[in-house]
């Protein structure tokens, strides 16, 4: 299991469009990938548990992933992150 936490820098949060393309990055890979914020636990694959989360910005979430191609996942996800929220 690979995790990372990540502070939302965009001055929007995660809304709609950033929040569709982070799930399609997360659904291109085998492993499970979930998010938590403030307690609450959404998988990454699903639009509406990722915008739920309701993310602003300088709010810190954790990313977590578990599974045959982690190691990758996480690291690209992470760059994901970084170069759109």
Known sequence: MKEFKYVVTDPAGIHARPAGEFVKAASKFDSEVNITKDGKTVSAKKIFGVMGLAAKQGQEITITVSGSDEDTA??????FLKNNL
């Open 74 to 79: 996480a690291s690209e996800l992470e760059a």
